[in-house]
């Protein structure tokens, strides 16, 4: 089947869902209709969220040795990746951490900690932080991602003052089994369900590459959908050496384009955001796929560096985009310059570190060494 994706935005724009039929066409459209696509999906985009752009800021709370078997993390027991290991960082790093993300503009703060899920302890502590970051910054949405939740802990997080809680389906159930063994799928999504009983907003998304089928990406999309996920981050997998996944490269910027272009179709009004690996899968590309997608992540991942923040910024500004919080007359801190970073510049960081400039224009992982658990300045 092929599909008009202008047609299909039109229907969409009057109150009709795509199907899994026009989201498959729209993974298989032939790379020379790309422009096409991007231009229906833009429509979509535009209707729900005119230019902003999201800029959400990760704080790595605690980094590896995680007793879980996924194989596509580096944070797994299992992994040899030479990533960043550490325990939990005190509520004063975490801190310190989420402000240099303010500063450089994020509009949502995502503290996530490896494992299988939280204990008590835990949950209090995460509150802890949360309470701080919301007294100081009641404008800022906080999302905590702690793995799978058991029972009343969510209502602690939303008690604490979280916004949001992220627990990504990941892929298909259908291809749930080839990548972990240790939990189950039901297991992820009761936890989306525990958090939006809570009255957290589900942050629940995707990664593309592990081998999956497009009818699995659909299979997916349409889960999330059905799922509530408010914010879809699409995840495109970093394959770091040491993992079980070391050396897949199954995507082309164009099949990445095409799989948030078709996000953008099956959830017109969702937040989907461009995630971990979009500098090293879009490449050239990423500036296009902001006219799809209306959320990225702020500078670094979890355990890879990103592009530096300051190149974030000025992808954003000259596509003609503006930051969430920062349109004309709203207040915040309306950066125009290169200076944006909230490390401000200083020698080592985010604007003129060699790291950086290599991050920039890598096509393989580049492992964090700076921000949460180090002593160098975060990029932000
Ligand atoms: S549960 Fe989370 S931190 Fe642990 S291996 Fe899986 S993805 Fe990584």
Redesign the pocket.
Known sequence: MTVNPDQLADSILNGKAATEADALALLAAPDEELLGLVHAGSRLRREHFGMTIKLNYLVNLKSGM?P???TY?S??LGSKAEILKYSWLSADEAMDQANMGIAGGASRVCLVA???GPSRRDVSRVGEIVERLKDENPEVEVCACL?ILKEGQAEKLKEAGADAYNHNINTAESFHDNI?KTHTYEDRTNTVEHAKAAGLSPCSGLIVGLGESDEQIVEALFALKALGSESIPINFLVPFDGTPLEGQWNLTPVQCMKIVATARFVCPDREIRLAGGREIHLKSLQPMALQLANSIFLGDYLTAEGQAAADDLAMIRDNGFTILGQEAGEGGDARTDDSAGGCGGEAGCCSDSQTTAEAATHTEPVIRRRGAGTAEVANA
């Open positions: 995680c879980e078997s996924c993390c944070q797994s490896s494992g299988r793995g972990v």
